[in-house]
């Protein structure tokens, strides 16, 4: 089982950078996937999570409107385009799966994420 985030980089404020994550070894279509990120001397947070099957997205309040989770089952892909980027948008972002088969409800944590991936660094800054 492996989750594979990408796409983090340098970018100024008021940027956009899209991250991707690759998975593999598990039915990745089963399982709604989630967005975190962490900073420096702080908690992993949510920051977005779309349920198996598109249907729903969800977004923490600091991100809302301006980033956007995608998913291609058929890839085992989940993206994160994210517009507008500010400086405390900077962390490293982690892609993580839900452990609850077919969910589709609002509620997402650390606790209920069964795997995550290495993290890949977003830094807004000028």
């Known amino acids: 089982v492996q989750l594979q985030a990408s796409g983090g980089g340098l970018v100024q404020p008021g940027g956009s950078l899209a991250l991707s994550c690759a998975a593999s070894?598990?039915?990745?279509?089963?399982?709604?996937m989630a967005w975190f990120r962490q900073a420096p001397g702080k908690e992993r947070d949510f920051v977005a999570a779309?349920?198996?099957?598109?249907?729903?997205?969800y977004y923490a309040d600091s991100v809302k409107g301006r980033f956007t989770i995608s998913r291609e089952n058929a890839k085992n892909m989940v993206y994160l385009q994210m517009n507008s980027l500010k400086p405390e948008d900077t962390a490293v972002y982690y892609c993580?799966?839900?452990?609850?088969?077919?969910?589709?409800?609002?509620?997402?944590?650390?606790?209920?994420?069964?795997?995550w991936g290495k993290g890949t660094q977003v830094t807004v800054s000028s």
């Open positions: 993580a799966t839900d452990r609850r088969i077919f969910y589709s409800g609002s509620d997402y944590n650390r606790e209920v994420m069964e795997m």
């Open positions: 070894g598990f039915t990745f279509s089963r399982y709604a």
């Open positions: 779309i349920t198996w099957s598109s249907g729903l997205s």
